[in-house]
């Protein structure tokens, strides 16, 4: 078998690495992955206000650093495809290609204005203001769960997908178990979305792209505007999915995500 060429993953907003190891199990029978929380994963603070998602690049240069990996591939789902694409434009030294799966973000005009409204009008701004009303705290994992499946938001994942989810998004906090990622931190993402149209225009490394079907996240025109960023990219749709693709079909994302780094040459044929 050839060598597992070093692979950085970033995971999505409000999410945990855990809730992706089943993808994970499947990418990491060809690549050496790294997956690293994100920066507010654990924490009880709250976020600067002035904080943007690209500044969160140099976390993802940072990581590799402390695994001795001089370049890697990276592929982020969601918000995390989104950071790996400002730190694939800033720093083109440092990653091989740029895979991301369903990158969250806004039209162009949406960035600009938002980036000049003040918090307390942003913060009422869909999804950012359900998700400060939303629960964070619970007794127990079983009322966590239970509080899961009447949302609706998880069921086309796996049982094994869904264990894994759940045990990624709580950890022991109060009386019960709370959060993993902290809801004030996902609002305030929620609350400063990108357009990284610019960002992936400078990617010089090869660009693989998967997205699942439209959705508020990431819909048909926005994604249009992106492949038109990259005109030598990979791109493909799997739209029996929709933006929680990896979670809820990880082998096909896997398969697709190699089938694409291959194409591109970063990897070697089967």
């Known amino acids: 078998m050839p060598s597992r060429p070093p692979a950085l993953f970033l995971h999505a907003n409000g999410f945990a690495p855990g809730a992706y190891t089943p993808l994970r199990q499947a990418l990491e029978q060809r690549l050496r992955l790294v997956a690293p929380p994100l920066r507010p994963v654990g924490r009880s603070d709250t976020p600067p206000p002035t904080l943007q998602w690209s500044d969160l690049a140099d976390d993802a240069v940072r990581v590799l650093d402390e695994h001795d990996i001089d370049r890697a591939i990276a592929i982020g789902h969601s918000m995390g495809g989104t950071i790996l694409t400002y730190a694939a434009a800033a720093h083109p030294d440092r990653f091989t290609a740029l895979a991301f799966i369903e990158p969250a973000m806004v039209r162009p005009w949406q960035a600009a204005v938002v980036r000049w409204l003040p918090a307390l009008v942003r913060h009422q701004l869909q999804p950012a203001k359900a998700t400060f009303a939303k629960r964070d705290t619970w007794p127990d994992e079983a009322a966590f769960r239970a509080s899961c499946a009447k949302s609706g ?24 178990v709370r959060l993993t990622f902290p809801k004030a931190w996902e609002a305030h993402f929620y609350a400063t979305p990108p357009f990284p149209g610019e960002a992936l225009g400078r990617v010089q490394a090869p660009v693989v792209g998967l997205r699942g079907a439209s959705s508020v996240f990431l819909d048909d025109a926005r994604w249009t505007q992106l492949v038109a960023r ?41």
């Open 153 to 176: 938001l998880y069921e086309g994942l796996s049982a094994e997908a869904m264990g894994a989810f759940v045990r990624a998004a709580i950890e022991p906090g109060g009386d019960g």
């Open 230 to 270: 990259q005109p030598s990219g990979w791109f493909r749709q799997l739209g029996e999915h929709g933006h929680l693709l990896p979670l809820e079909a990880p082998e096909a994302t896997a398969d697709a995500l190699l089938e694409g780094l291959r194409a591109q040459g970063v990897l070697p044929g089967p």
